[in-house]
């Protein structure tokens, strides 16, 4: 039993190149979440899914966008990638939306030079 | 603007001792919270939550107490253990509207 996977493990842009970080769940929970962390700061939601075929911003969504593929996988996209975007990115699942234990995967680096 | 605070970046404690983790929150909507704990190159892990119905609750070697009043919550490991060695996150939500986290206490038990 996997949990949340995330891939890549790390990742190196340069500033204005796009990317996409892929995260799977096997545990098929209905609703799927993205953060980033950053030195000195809490997790912060950039955009969650509440079940598939919907997805909302959270607290900072600027400069991203998701996919809910399906109830599996939720892919977070970079169009244009800024410095400002250097950070650790998690993806986290829950059987429903903000209740109780969100499962996090193992975490995804990334740097914008 | 930060609405839950962990104002201790880090704390070091010995084996066996007990360890005292602190966190304050802003919004008085806040009804449930949550404490994660996580490792190096892993994400965070649900450790043990309390609802603002309750003042205490204990799981093991960890309890949360919250202060409604005073807007602040804490989590305590009796004994530590080197394995609690990691960073600390509390978290907070209204009506499960959204976790709201802290910056993390990074916690270090020597042996």
């Known amino acids: 039993n996997a949990g949340v996977t995330q891939t890549p493990k790390f990742q190196v842009l340069k500033t204005g190149q796009s990317m996409t970080l892929q995260c799977a769940q096997d545990?098929?929970?209905?609703?799927m979440y993205w953060y980033r962390q950053d030195p000195g700061m809490g997790l912060r939601l950039i955009y969650y899914s509440a079940s598939e075929g919907t997805t909302d911003k959270g607290e900072v969504p600027n400069g991203y966008n998701v996919s809910r593929l399906n109830k599996r996988e939720f892919s977070l996209r970079l169009e244009s990638a800024a410095p400002s975007q250097t950070s650790v990115y998690f993806c986290?699942?829950?059987?429903?939306?903000?209740?109780?234990?969100?499962?996090f995967g193992p975490g995804t680096r990334l740097t914008v030079l | 603007d930060q609405q839950v605070k962990q104002n201790s970046p880090s704390l070091s404690v010995q084996e066996g001792r007990i360890s005292i983790l602190n966190c304050d929150y802003t919004n008085s909507m806040f009804d449930y919270f949550l404490w994660y704990k996580k490792y190096p190159a892993e994400g965070p892990t649900f450790l043990i939550s309390i609802s603002s119905i309750k003042d205490k609750n204990e799981d093991g070697r960890f309890t949360v107490f919250l202060n409604k009043s005073a807007k602040h919550l804490s989590l305590h490991i009796v004994p530590s253990q080197p394995g609690d060695s990691a960073v600390y996150f509390c978290a907070a939500s209204d009506n499960f509207n959204k976790f709201y986290f802290g910056s993390g206490t990074k916690l270090n038990v020597k042996p």
């Open positions: 545990m098929n929970h209905n609703s």
């Open positions: 986290a699942s829950s059987e429903a939306l903000y209740t109780d234990t969100q499962y």
